[in-house]
């Protein structure tokens, strides 16, 4: 059993290379592994300290504190030609519908068992409303493939499984900012011997090394470093290319066209050459933008292309955001708590009350919730100095509901980053929430800002920074269901 926080938050140990499920390659980055099986335990989630967050994973010895040992589990296992699903067939039935599933860590099933990834519910849903048919939906996702990996790939395999309708997802990744472009990197090289790779691949002593060295890369790495590095970016901060999905705006990517995997150009084109490829074999391509970050260029992109190439688009990112402001507002009537209705004078110009909510379902507060940020009115991000309220005041609706609440007169327009901390000691990292920076924009308001309910330990439809949770996953493929119905070669079939 692995443990899993969805980004490094420490030196990787010796150990770890043994419990790898991908080999390298060339072209691909990686390929999983045949046959390979590993369970990930789930710890995104509230910790004591960011030392105890760092060492979960750099710890020399393979074992999980008892604290954490009944959290979440899911087990990845591939087949023999290393993806996440059953032996692929030799050959296509006769009048079987074949549905192949491209796309990164979203399609594969990140955080999940298998059955409870997208194409799996798929499968599920169109053979029980289409049972008298022949349905199959084969998941070729891959953890951290771009749409530069999913054109090679739909050339290497996709094109010999005769495929009558492809969905292509790719985006999250192609926007990040490692410092070098797929394109360039993963390419077929000459396999010659080396004496320093062996050394790298094979020396113990090496490996040894390289850990040492990195325990005090990330042990210098505070939480405040990172939240700085998110509010104000800058090609410094690039080291952590999750940073820039939190930080970076359209506008960024024009800067930093030198840094990120692909190019918003080159996505146009590697999306398009799919399309092209997936039409030349007499299949149906449609498109998914998997991604919990709106408002990127790739999301504009297959926007564009989805109407020049009359391809159908399912937005996963609108589909989660409309359905998330369901569930938030749900849980405002449950708990009677939805925004006030002003009525009387508007607030003059200038800055917005903005009241920030975190609820403690399963959590003690020994002394008070905090809120960190920086921004004066967040404690110019030092931990544990801005306290919240469940006393009626400051904002708070209700006192004793267990809903903390602080109001900060914040400037609009700004995208705003903060934490919560459980009563920790000021100046101290400590009683963290998730490993995530929360964000927003300050919208223009006459009147007070009720920011949503969050939750201590929780965000509403994730399993981390990153990924959609089980829920997620069955609101997408509900909507791939009803796109993949609609095609002509689905229709014709029947």
Same mark, same amino acid.
């Given at each position: 059993?692995?443990?899993?926080?969805?980004?490094?938050?420490?030196?990787?140990?010796?150990?770890?290379?043994?419990?790898?499920?991908? *080999?390298?390659?060339?072209?691909?980055?990686?390929?999983?592994?045949?046959?390979?099986?590993?369970?990930?335990?789930?710890?995104?989630?509230?910790?004591?300290?960011?030392?105890?967050?760092?060492?979960?994973?750099?710890?020399?010895?393979?074992?999980?504190?008892?604290?954490?040992?009944?959290?979440?589990? /899911?087990?990845?296992?591939?087949?023999?030609?290393?993806?996440?699903?059953?032996?692929?067939?030799?050959?296509?039935?006769?009048?079987?519908?074949?549905?192949?599933?491209?796309?990164?860590?979203?399609?594969?099933?990140?955080?999940?068992?298998?059955?409870? !990834?997208?194409?799996?519910?798929?499968?599920?849903?169109?053979?029980?409303?289409?049972?008298?048919?022949?349905?199959?939906?084969?998941?070729?996702?891959?953890?951290?493939?771009?749409?530069?990996?999913?054109?090679?790939?739909?050339?290497?395999?996709?094109?010999?499984?005769?495929?009558?309708?492809?969905?292509?997802?790719?985006?999250?990744?192609?926007?990040?900012?490692?410092? /070098?472009?797929?394109?360039?990197?993963?390419?077929?090289?000459?396999?010659?011997?080396?004496?320093?790779?062996?050394?790298?691949?094979?020396?113990?002593?090496?490996?040894?090394?390289?850990?040492?060295?990195?325990?005090?890369?990330?042990?210098?790495?505070?939480?405040?470093? @990172?939240?700085?590095?998110?509010?104000?970016?800058?090609?410094?901060?690039?080291? =952590?290319?999750?940073?820039?999905?939190?930080?970076?705006?359209?506008?960024?990517?024009?800067?930093?066209?030198?840094?990120?995997?692909?190019?918003?150009?080159?996505?146009?084109?590697?999306?398009?050459?799919?399309?092209?490829?997936?039409?030349?074999?007499?299949?149906?391509?449609?498109?998914?933008?998997?991604?919990?970050?709106?408002?990127?260029?790739?999301?504009?992109?297959?926007?564009?292309?989805?109407?020049?190439?009359?391809?159908?688009?399912?937005? @996963?990112?609108?589909?989660?955001?409309?359905?998330?402001?369901?569930?938030?507002?749900?849980?405002?009537?449950?708990?009677?708590?939805?925004?006030?209705?002003?009525?009387?004078?508007?607030?003059?110009?200038?800055?917005?009350?903005?009241?920030?909510?975190?609820?403690?379902?399963?959590?003690?507060?020994?002394?008070?919730?905090?809120?960190?940020?920086?921004?004066?009115?967040?404690?110019?991000?030092?931990?544990?100095?801005?306290?919240?309220?469940? *006393?009626?005041?400051?904002?708070?609706?209700?006192?004793?509901?267990?809903?903390?609440?602080?109001?900060?007169?914040?400037?609009?327009?700004?995208?705003?980053?903060?934490?919560?901390?459980?009563?920790?000691?000021?100046?101290?990292?400590?009683?963290?929430?998730?490993?995530?920076?929360?964000?927003?924009?300050?919208?223009?308001?006459?009147?007070?800002?009720?920011?949503?309910? =969050?939750?201590?330990?929780?965000?509403?439809?994730?399993?981390?920074?990153?990924?959609?949770?089980?829920?997620?996953?069955?609101?997408?493929?509900?909507?791939?269901?009803?796109?993949?119905?609609?095609?002509?070669?689905? !229709?014709?079939?029947?």
């Amino acid at each position: 059993m692995v443990p899993y926080m969805a980004r490094s938050f420490g030196a990787t140990p010796p150990w770890a290379n043994g419990l790898r499920i991908l *080999d390298p390659d060339d072209e691909l980055i990686w390929q999983g592994h045949p046959y390979a099986r590993q369970t990930y335990l789930d710890l995104f989630c509230p910790m004591e300290s960011e030392d105890d967050r760092k060492a979960l994973l750099s710890r020399f010895s393979p074992s999980v504190p008892e604290q954490f040992k009944n959290n979440p589990k /899911w087990t990845v296992s591939f087949n023999s030609a290393g993806f996440r699903d059953d032996e692929f067939p030799t050959a296509k039935a006769p009048g079987a519908i074949r549905i192949i599933a491209l796309g990164d860590s979203w399609t594969f099933g990140h955080n999940v068992d298998v059955e409870q !990834s997208y194409p799996k519910q798929l499968q599920g849903l169109l053979r029980a409303e289409f049972p008298d048919k022949q349905i199959e939906v084969w998941n070729l996702g891959m953890l951290a493939y771009t749409s530069h990996e999913g054109l090679k790939l739909l050339q290497r395999k996709v094109r010999s499984l005769q495929p009558d309708i492809v969905l292509i997802g790719y985006s999250m990744n192609d926007a990040s900012i490692p410092g /070098w472009h797929d394109k360039d990197v993963f390419v077929p090289k000459p396999r010659r011997f080396s004496v320093r790779r062996f050394i790298t691949e094979n020396s113990e002593i090496y490996k040894l090394a390289v850990y040492l060295g990195q325990l005090n890369k990330y042990k210098a790495v505070t939480l405040g470093d @990172t939240i700085k590095a998110a509010s104000n970016p800058n090609e410094n901060f690039l080291v =952590e290319s999750w940073v820039s999905a939190e930080a970076l705006e359209a506008k960024d990517y024009e800067r930093l066209e030198a840094k990120v995997r692909v190019t918003p150009s080159d996505y146009n084109l590697n999306i398009r050459e799919m399309i092209r490829q997936v039409r030349e074999i007499g299949a149906v391509p449609i498109l998914l933008h998997n991604e919990l970050r709106p408002g990127s260029p790739y999301q504009a992109a297959l926007h564009k292309i989805s109407q020049e190439e009359n391809v159908a688009l399912i937005d @996963t990112c609108e589909l989660l955001s409309v359905e998330r402001q369901r569930l938030e507002a749900e849980l405002e009537r449950k708990m009677g708590l939805q925004p006030p209705v002003f009525t009387g004078p508007a607030q003059a110009p200038g800055p917005v009350d903005v009241v920030f909510r975190v609820l403690m379902a399963r959590t003690a507060v020994p002394r008070a919730m905090y809120i960190a940020g920086p921004d004066p009115e967040l404690g110019d991000n030092v931990p544990n100095k801005v306290s919240m309220y469940d *006393d009626g005041t400051h904002g708070d609706q209700k006192a004793g509901d267990g809903v903390w609440s602080y109001t900060a007169m914040l400037d609009p327009g700004r995208k705003i980053f903060y934490v919560y901390t459980n009563s920790g000691t000021e100046g101290r990292w400590e009683n963290l929430d998730l490993p995530k920076i929360r964000s927003f924009v300050v919208a223009s308001s006459a009147v007070p800002i009720y920011r949503p309910i =969050e939750t201590f330990g929780q965000l509403t439809l994730q399993a981390d920074g990153f990924h959609t949770n089980a829920a997620g996953y069955q609101i997408m493929a509900r909507a791939v269901r009803d796109a993949v119905v609609k095609t002509e070669k689905f !229709s014709s079939s029947f």
